[in-house]
């Protein structure tokens, strides 16, 4: 085997390793996907705030269904960019269990910041921790989606 | 099981990254090829029509608000044409490792 010819594999092997994790870069929810679940999340907070009980259920409810129905087309992590649609064999199928865990961690974020708002002795605490939250998800949700993918390798 | 096969139009290196990113996405507009490649308008152009030529790139014009976008994706005769290359570039690697070993 000429040497050079094996080198130029190499680089040649390297290219295309490369050329995957550039699209696999793009993998991600799509930018407004993250500020309406920070909107949201905001609501749920005036309501949860100055709304009746039955009326906290209802949002939830309803907040989880809308969820539920832009999830199927979204959380496979496949539309994250206009530019190019990931292929489900490099996007892989963590994306969706990493999204929800993450909701879980700023469901968790969210009442841990309201219980220490209420314990400094400060009005509306759900609705100051709602807000914070929701800053966090509008301006954050990429970033740390895509943290946390690497965490877990997904 | 990929058979392995070397493709003298698919390796020149532009192309390859070209086909490679393709073979990454479902589809891929021409605004995000010709950016991350870094290639100009004319230069991806071609590389293209080349491709396409072979019948191993699709390309699409959608029209989506006022402006007119390219879409590119790889035909299944391309993907196989590179899921082969690849395959021959991967023996040329270990054939080398197992002669220098």
Known sequence: MDPVASQDAGEALAAVAHARRQVAEEIGLPRGYWWAMAAGWV??????????SWLVI???????????ALAS?????????????VSAAVA?????????????????????????????????AALWAAVVVAAVVGFGGPEILRTLRRWVRA | MTTARFDELIHPATRLSLV????????AE????????GLSDSALSKQLATLEEAGYVATERRLEGRRHKLRA???AAGRSAFEGHVAALE???????????
């Open chain 1, 43 to 52: 609501v749920l907070g005036v309501i949860g705030e100055f709304g009746p």
């Open chain 1, 92 to 124: 892989g199928h963590r994306t969706p269990y990493v999204v929800v865990g993450m909701l879980v961690l700023l469901v968790a974020l969210t009442v841990a910041a309201a219980l220490l708002i209420d314990a400094d002795g400060a009005g509306h």
């Open chain 2, 91 to 101: 023996e040329i690697v270990a054939a080398a490792g197992l002669a220098t070993g």
């Open chain 2, 20 to 27: 490679a990113t393709l073979a990454a996405a479902d589809w």
């Open chain 1, 58 to 68: 209802v949002a939830t409810v309803l907040f989880g269904a809308g969820h539920a």
């Open chain 1, 73 to 85: 087309r979204l959380l496979d992590g496949r539309r994250g960019s206009d530019g190019v649609r």
């Open chain 2, 30 to 37: 021409f605004a995000y090829l010709r950016d991350r490649l």
């Open chain 2, 73 to 75: 994706r790889l035909t």
